[in-house]
């Protein structure tokens, strides 16, 4: 069983406090939008407040205006008759201003000075706001002298009046337009929290549901979310989602595979090692042999024992990590191909014939050991795909050669008259267990061979072609010596 992919062990349905939630901060966010919005349309609207009961103050004048017309005809007001007038518009003087002159209604005895002049008639909209605040915010008692065109426009009043009053009222105005604001701003946010949830945060939670539980072990592929088969992006996001499981299981699955397999791989190099070095003892008295066939394969064995040992060596460092670091030589290129070509043993009989077409004198630099075991893996590959061909007149041929195509670049191109690759092994080319053509191969050849390469700084690639076969070609930069080069 894999361990899950976190420390901390995941709780099935866990969510955060109410305060963290996603819904809840867009429910804050969507009430303190509309919140925002009513303050900008509290701003204009209470000024108007102001403007509209100051208006309706001076309509109050209308009705004095009659009472003055009165007097005119002989009809004047009493001290009590003023009083009564003053207490019922609630206001401490009244006049009329007809053109060229100004009549005093009524105003009561004590009257002082006035705190603050508005004249409605020379108020612009700016000034209003100013002035809404201001008696908005006020707290101690002011006297307002209001002045403003009354009746068809002839004529203008002027009252005077504390401010309480209005304030008063504003204040109301106020608290109603808050009250009515809290109730829009709740009941869409109320929308806005119920539409979310429903189609955006129950399927989030059901992602994060998945991931949770796909998290507790990844190899399970029953733990694969299924998509609901949405339209819409977070469909696409599950679709996603659900591949992204699918490789990572399959990933995984094959990376425990692959462990068991490096595990498995030690315990056989270790006694492996052993019987290779038996064999090397006995090979050595080989050597004493007088035989003239034992006398030519004897060196190749030793050889091929003395590399066998090195290559059991390095088994677990090759599972731990990559290639050693290449140990660079100047090194005869066509005499390690001849070394390559000795160890795959083709005789006349199997009709496969082995072209070293590298120039003899050509010096590289590069490690011999480790292109040794690349060559002889791209070499042994061409061979077996074409040691099952039993039509003679098939041609079956190896062949090795260089080219430089620019300044110290090498290119090493080894290339066969075989069968060549199918689509699926062109697809998984280079990985391990998945880029052979024959049954029961592990495509480790080539994997070694482009792990090799790289650590060179080289680059292998199969190069397209026209013709049957496989052309395998390895750029090396830098490989040619300068003499050479």
Request: charged fraction near 25%.
């Amino acid at each position: 069983m894999t361990q899950p992919l976190h420390d901390a062990k995941p709780r099935e349905g866990s969510r955060p406090p109410f305060a963290k939630r996603l819904s809840s901060r867009l429910f804050a966010l969507t009430v303190l939008a509309v919140m925002g919005a009513e303050v900008l349309v509290f701003v204009p609207s209470i000024a108007r407040f102001r403007v509209d009961w100051l208006q309706s103050k001076l309509e109050t004048v209308s009705v004095a205006t009659l009472m003055a017309d009165f007097a005119e005809g002989g009809l004047l007001l009493s001290p009590d008759q003023e009083s009564e007038l003053l207490h019922a518009l609630d206001a401490r003087l009244i006049a009329i201003r007809r053109p060229g002159s100004t009549q005093l209604l009524a105003r009561v005895p004590d009257l002082a000075g006035v705190d603050e002049q508005v004249d409605l008639t020379q108020e612009g909209s700016l000034d209003a706001v100013w002035a809404a605040f201001g008696t908005l915010l006020s707290h101690r008692p002011r006297t307002i002298r209001l002045v403003g065109e009354i009746g068809d426009g002839t004529m203008s009043g002027e009252i005077v009046f504390d401010e309480a009053p209005l304030r008063r009222a504003m204040r109301l105005y106020s608290r109603n337009i808050l009250l009515l604001s809290l109730g829009v701003a709740s009941f869409t946010g109320l929308l806005v929290f119920g539409a979310i949830s429903l189609f955006l945060l129950r399927p989030v939670r059901a992602l994060t549901r998945a991931l949770v539980r796909f998290g507790a072990d990844p190899e399970d592929p029953s733990l694969i979310l299924s998509p609901s088969g949405r339209l819409d992006e977070l469909g696409i996001a599950e679709r996603e989602l659900a591949g992204m499981q699918g490789v990572l299981a399959d990933t995984l699955r094959q990376q425990r595979r692959l462990a068991d397999l490096g595990l498995a791989v030690s315990k056989i190099n270790h006694d492996l090692r052993n019987i290779l070095a038996s064999a090397q003892l006995i090979s050595d008295r080989l050597a004493d042999v007088p035989d003239a066939q034992v006398q030519r394969f004897t060196p190749v064995l030793i050889r091929s024992l003395d590399r066998a040992l090195h290559y059991t060596q390095s088994v677990l460092a090759y599972g731990q990590a990559a290639e050693s670091r290449p140990v660079r030589r100047r090194t005869l290129l066509h005499r390690l191909v001849d070394e390559i070509f000795e160890t795959q043993l083709v005789t006349p009989d199997r009709g496969i014939e082995l072209d070293n077409a590298v120039p003899p004198a050509l010096e590289v630099d590069l490690d011999p050991e480790q292109f040794f075991r690349a060559l002889s893996n791209l070499v042994r590959n061409a061979v077996q795909a074409m040691e099952g061909e039993a039509e003679d007149a098939v041609v079956r041929r190896v062949s090795v050669r260089t080219e430089t195509p620019e300044g110290r670049m090498l290119r090493l191109v080894v290339e066969d008259t075989g069968p060549g690759f199918g689509p699926a092994a062109r697809d998984h080319l280079f990985q391990a267990f998945r880029g052979s053509t024959r049954a029961g191969g592990t495509g480790l050849g080539l994997a070694i061979a482009a792990e090799i390469v790289k650590a060179h700084g080289g680059q292998i690639r199969l190069a397209p072609s026209t013709t049957p076969g496989a052309r395998f070609e390895i750029d090396l930069p830098g490989a040619l010596p300068a003499a050479v080069g």
